[in-house]
């Protein structure tokens, strides 16, 4: 069976790290956070770390992702 949240926690990790390169983008990111949870693929506390791990990226590099 698929790890859902590994797989979102290694893109964010990705960033955290501060890679040069990302093999999943942020939008991919976020939009695979709500995916996952709206079909119940992570548990409520799983997207709720993950979202705040995402907005911190988010807020930290605010104009410079793509």
Same mark, same amino acid.
């Given at each position: 069976?698929? @790890?859902?949240?590994?797989?979102? @926690?290694? &893109? ?12 999943? !983008?942020? @939008? ?16 409520? !506390?799983?997207?709720?770390?993950? &979202? ?8 930290? !590099? &605010?104009?410079?992702?793509?």
């Amino acid at each position: 069976m698929k @790890d859902f949240y590994k797989e979102i @926690d290694t &893109a964010l990790k990705s960033y955290e790290d501060f890679k040069p390169y990302h093999e999943r !983008n942020i @939008d991919w990111i976020c939009h695979r956070i709500d995916w996952c949870w709206k079909w119940k693929k992570i548990s409520k !506390n799983q997207m709720e770390e993950l &979202a705040t791990r995402t907005t911190k990226i988010l807020d930290e !590099n &605010a104009g410079t992702l793509s």
